[in-house]
């Protein structure tokens, strides 16, 4: 039997909808609040993962499903749990400061992670749906078009944000304690 000629937009499809359970699976978990010291942790390292998705698909031509309407892929999954579960876990964190666009504009705004990761699970739960049923050219156009419009850039001040913090939780600790440590450290 003679090899297939592989459809690359289905195998990148697949990759997507591999990365976007992915992605849905952590940040639910996280919301569950089951590790609440791994949160950040745990969110940092699946915006990461869901922005290499993103960037590899801005990085490819843009998606034209053969269809040019948007077939309804259903009723929207209910996603306010999931944001009220990361606003609890994330209390006194969640709120950030946020510049409108780096590149046209300095205008501050205000931002949020638990809106940001739900917002994320929002477009990619959206364009899981198409892929279920079966329309993964629809779903490689979602997914690319809401990364180039909006999921893109909340993953990325979400992903600075979170680094941020967890800087500050590992770094900013007392100089009295740092100093002890390291003296321990050095004359075992």
Do not use: K
Not at 4 to 32: F, G, I, K, M
Not at 76 to 99: N, S
Not at 104 to 126: C, K, P, Q, R, W
Not at 154 to 176: C, F, G, K, P, W
């Amino acid at each position: 039997m003679p090899d297939q000629p592989v459809d690359d937009n289905a195998l990148l499809a697949q990759e997507c909808a591999l990365d976007a359970r992915a992605y849905l699976t952590t940040v639910t978990e996280v919301a569950s609040g089951v590790a609440p010291d791994s949160a950040i942790p745990y969110c940092l390292l699946a915006l990461a993962q869901i922005q290499l998705t993103g960037a590899r698909l801005g990085a490819i031509a843009d998606v034209v499903p053969e269809q040019r309407f948007e077939t309804d892929p259903g009723p929207d999954v209910e996603l306010d749990p999931l944001r009220a579960g990361i606003a609890q876990l994330f209390e006194g964190l969640d709120d950030y400061a946020d510049v409108v666009d780096p590149v046209m504009s300095a205008e501050l705004t205000s931002g949020s992670l638990s809106n940001d990761l739900t917002v994320i699970a929002g477009a990619l739960t959206h364009g899981l749906a198409h892929y279920d049923a079966g329309r993964s050219d629809e779903a490689l156009w979602w997914w690319q078009f809401s990364y180039l419009s909006d999921w893109g850039e909340r993953a990325a001040m979400a992903i600075r944000v979170l680094q941020s913090l967890l800087a500050h939780l590992r770094l900013d600790a007392d100089e009295d304690v740092v100093a002890e440590a390291e003296f321990d450290a050095l004359n075992r």
